[in-house]
């Protein structure tokens, strides 16, 4: 089963922001991840999201099963996704 994928009006305004190289990587690590998504992920610390290293950008996201979503939340730099 291929997760679909969804984004926050805050991931779209960062990702509109990149750079295109960042924005393809990023956007192809998302489609190569819809078939199975969590080997690919790590879970937060205190929190029930996810997220997914993509070279120096993290993408925060959520997986909800029983809609078989993915849900982008944020894109960021490393140093400032975190805050």
């Known amino acids: 089963m291929i997760y679909s994928l969804l ?3 805050e991931a779209l ?3 509109k922001k990149l750079d295109n190289e960042a924005k393809k990587r990023i956007l192809s690590t998302l489609e190569r991840i819809r078939v199975r998504p ?3 992920v790590k879970r937060l610390t205190g929190n029930p999201y996810y997220r997914l290293r993509v070279g120096d950008y993290r993408v925060i996201l959520d997986i909800i099963n029983d809609q078989i979503v993915i849900f982008v939340i944020e894109v960021k730099h490393r140093k ?3 805050k």
Do not use: T
């Open 7 to 9: 984004y926050s009006k």
């Open 13 to 15: 305004k960062q990702l």
């Open 38 to 40: 969590y080997p690919h």
């Open 80 to 82: 400032n996704v975190y």
